[in-house]
């Protein structure tokens, strides 16, 4: 979902995170239209590029998210997204998809912490992600980069695979700031 974004984009150590296009859809279906990394996702695969296409277009239903695409420096090919959303004052919530072909690199979680770091030098003092409790992948990487188990939803979502329940992770700000040195992720974001 392409949006207004206060931060037009930031930087990792690998990653260039800039705001999204709409030719970015031919790079991102690859991840969109993906069974297995869409199972947890809140919407079913996509079944063309249209669909991905409509999906990156911005509706006035999607509020105040604002989402990038991850490439990695010296290439502009969009290898996956993040987003966040502001729901109340200092409050984000947050969202990432990585490209199949792109996993088991430590760019998700490079690309995340740059986006964490973003919104920390917004004003935001909590961060949040909703997490299917059987994405293992995605607890993985939010418990990597410091965020706390605060809650269990039940029957939170009706998607294409059912009624799902939701983790809540959770990380505050002084939590991320202060996090001892071996935790750190490779990432110092800094903003175009």
Known sequence: MIGANTTVGFDSARLRMRTQRMDDAEALHAAYQDEDLMRYWSSAPHATLGETRAYLTPHADDGDWRGWSITLKGDDRAIGTVAAVTRRSGVAEIGYLLVRAYWGHGYAREAVAALI??????????????????????????????FQREGLLRGEWETHIGVRDSLIFGLLRDEWVNRPPARAPGSSATRR
């Open 117 to 146: 770091d973003t919104l920390v030098a917004e004003g935001h003092r909590r961060i949040y992600g909703d997490v299917d409790p059987d994405n293992a992948a995605s607890i993985h990487l939010m418990e990597s980069l410091g």
